[in-house]
T-cell receptor
Framework: GENVEQHPSTLSVQEGDSAVIKCTYS??????FPWYKQELGKRPQLIID?????GEKKDQRIAVTLNKTAKHFSLHITETQPEDSAVYFC????????FGKGTRLHILP | DTAVSQTPKYLVTQMGNDKSIKCEQN?????MYWYKQDSKKFLKIMFS???????INETVPNRFSPKSPDKAHLNLHINSLELGDSAVYFC????????????FGQGTRLTVV
């Protein structure tokens, strides 16, 4: 079955700097790669996603890249703000959604 | 209207009891999931279910069983609760095998004492 590895587990960046979270997946049949943000005590919510026929996607300060050959995908957050502090999960989906172990992002003032 | 709703939000119970968590979605999705989120925040899939197939994560004890009376509901039954079952349980739904977003319920915090 699918296995998703996510790094780092914790990330602290200065407000205004960029944050990068990286994931790898194992199942070449996976065709959909969503990223979720989970704030304390809340449910995970989708922030951006990418499909296997696309290499890069951007939405304002958030971008995701996908390298199908290497089975890597990454989340990039630019100009980080305090409200970006949360746990971020990458995921890969074939017939079910498998999540990475999460990255706790701290934005330092 | 809430897209995916779970009840109860909090559940405190004693070891050995049997409990259920209910989940309903009004999005017309045909696939529903249960995830367990432990204290380390790992989101582990327990079950995925559509109108054709139940896929069980082999690491899930058979004390856990999903019950789906119809496409819009996937309830989670837990027998003989153990301390290690304490976690937040999330229900989610999506369109089957298509590459689409999963919507999560608000979670049920289960505490076994």
């Amino acid at each position: 079955g699918e296995n998703v590895e996510q790094h780092p587990s914790t990330l602290s960046v200065q407000e205004g700097d960029s944050a990068v979270i990286k994931c790898t997946y194992s199942d070449s049949a996976s065709n959909y790669f969503p990223w979720y943000k989970q704030e304390l005590g809340k449910r995970p919510q989708l922030i951006i996603d990418i499909r296997s026929n696309v290499g890069e996607k951007k939405d304002q300060r958030i971008a995701v890249t996908l390298n199908k050959t290497a089975k890597h995908f990454s989340l990039h957050i630019t100009e980080t703000q305090p409200e970006d502090s949360a746990v971020y999960f990458c995921a890969a989906k074939d017939d079910k959604i498998i999540f990475g172990k999460g990255t706790r992002l701290h934005i330092l003032p | 209207d809430t897209a995916v709703s779970q009840t109860p939000k909090y559940l405190v119970t004693q070891m050995g009891n049997d409990k259920s968590i209910k989940c309903e979605q009004n999005l017309g999705h045909d696939t529903m999931y249960w995830y367990k989120q432990d204290s380390k925040k790992f989101l582990k899939i327990m079950f995925s279910y559509n109108n054709k197939e139940l896929i069980i994560n082999e690491t899930v004890p058979n004390r856990f069983s999903p019950k789906s009376p119809d496409k819009a509901h996937l309830n989670l039954h837990i027998n003989s609760l153990e301390l290690g079952d304490s976690a937040v349980y999330f229900c989610a739904s999506s369109h089957g095998t298509q590459g689409t977003e999963a919507f999560f319920g608000q979670g049920t915090r289960l505490t076994v004492v």
